[in-house]
């Protein structure tokens, strides 16, 4: 808590220069921090002061238990006062408590997840569209905002990627575990046999980051192309050249939106999201993370998976860092992923 005290100092003294407000966006994100670790504190001197008050009512029980003309019936009353108390503040406690393994940098901060379809043709790509469907439930659950900001879609089923928005309260450090390849097994849907088969698909989280907002890019060092969005709906969708793909040439950091209707705005989100990458790049502090950022991926296939998900011969959700399992795998695809996020963050 001392730390989280000196941040909010900190934050307090930035928001009190005379140009705080001058790049809006930036101190919108800087005063929303602020809000959150000032309720996360008064959370907790709740819960301390709530914690007293049950110590003291206990002792209260204590001494009337010792006391010959103590009744039994207020006793009873004040027991059952306790009870009810110390649920009510265990479960504050486990909801708070979970937000002391989330102290990283950008553990606060909205993200960016991706998802690639890997090995298995079709059924990958469709098992890519299932992920994308887990987290958008997932997200929606937790009452974060998901928003698809781009998406290729495969030739008969599924997607080949999908990036996806998702702004809410610490929504990169409880999603940033699930990083990884992601293996699914099941009667494949698209074989006329009905076949077994295992799909495998990659992962991958960004944060959304505050201090990208100031990486200057040089536009000579940019490419930038411009392509017809793919897929069903929309009016302008397959017609018109909306969707923007931007390539740092330096890095070969490639991003790409879709998702609005003009090409200038989807060339905007694109530029927020590359400078997000650029910024993360500069941060690395090794060449394996230098190579994801730029694309260089772990291969989408066996021996890398981090979870698996088993809906053929029997129904089981491993995940293969914590031994977390599930043997409702259905709910586990509509999103309810608590359990195992919250054992992945536990092992920070």
């Given at each position: 808590?001392?730390?989280?005290?000196?941040?909010?100092?900190?934050?307090?003294?930035?928001?009190?220069?005379?140009?705080?407000?001058?790049?809006?966006?930036?101190?919108?994100?800087?005063?929303?921090?602020?809000?959150?670790?000032?309720?996360?504190?008064?959370?907790?001197?709740?819960?301390?002061?709530?914690?007293?008050?049950?110590?003291?009512?206990m002792k209260l029980i204590s001494v009337s238990e010792k006391a010959s003309t103590s009744s039994a019936n207020n006793n009873e009353a004040l027991e059952k006062e306790i009870v009810e108390k110390y649920n009510e503040l265990e479960n504050k406690f486990k909801k708070e408590e979970l937000k002391?393994?989330?102290?990283?940098?950008?553990?606060?901060?909205?993200?960016?997840?991706?998802?690639?379809?890997?090995?298995?043709g079709t059924e990958a790509q469709d098992w890519a569209e299932m992920l994308s469907r887990m987290y958008s439930r997932y997200a929606e659950k937790k009452g974060w905002k998901a928003q698809i900001v781009e998406i290729s879609y495969g030739q008969e089923a599924g997607i080949k990627s999908a990036v996806i928005e998702i702004k809410g309260k610490f929504a990169y450090g409880y999603l940033k575990k699930e990083a990884g390849v992601h293996r699914l097994v099941r009667l494949s849907p698209f074989n006329a046999n009905n076949l077994r088969h295992t799909s495998f698909a990659l992962v991958e989280i960004l944060p959304e980051v505050v201090e990208a907002a100031e990486v200057e890019i040089n536009p000579i060092d940019l490419r930038v192309d411009t392509y017809r969005s793919s897929g069903p709906g929309g009016q302008n969708v397959n017609k018109v050249e909306s969707a923007v793909r931007i390539t740092h040439l330096p890095t070969n950091i490639v991003v790409s939106c879709q998702i609005e209707r003009s090409q200038a705005k989807n060339k905007e989100r694109a530029?927020?999201?590359l400078?997000?990458?650029?910024?993360?790049?500069?941060?690395?502090?090794?060449?394996?993370?230098?190579?994801?950022?730029?694309?260089?991926?772990?291969?989408?296939?066996?021996?890398?998976?981090?979870?698996?998900?088993?809906?053929?011969?029997?129904?089981?959700?491993?995940?293969?860092?914590?031994?977390?399992?599930s043997k409702q795998p259905e709910e586990i695809l509509d999103g309810d992923l608590d359990e195992f996020i919250e054992a992945e963050i536990r092992i920070e």
């Open positions: 808590m001392a730390k989280k005290k000196q941040k909010i100092i900190q934050l307090e003294i930035l928001t009190a220069e005379p140009n705080f407000w001058q790049d809006q966006e930036k101190a919108k994100n800087i005063s929303q921090e602020l809000s959150d670790l000032k309720e996360e504190i008064s959370l907790w001197d709740m819960i301390e002061q709530e914690t007293a008050e049950l110590s003291e009512m002391v393994f989330l102290g990283g940098q950008y553990d606060r901060h909205n993200a960016y997840l991706s998802i690639y379809a890997g090995a298995g530029m927020k999201m400078k997000n990458k650029l910024h993360q790049y500069q941060q690395a502090k090794n060449e394996e993370e230098k190579a994801k950022l730029k694309g260089e991926r772990p291969q989408a296939a066996w021996g890398n998976q981090i979870r698996s998900y088993v809906l053929h011969p029997y129904k089981m959700v491993k995940d293969l860092r914590t031994n977390i399992e």
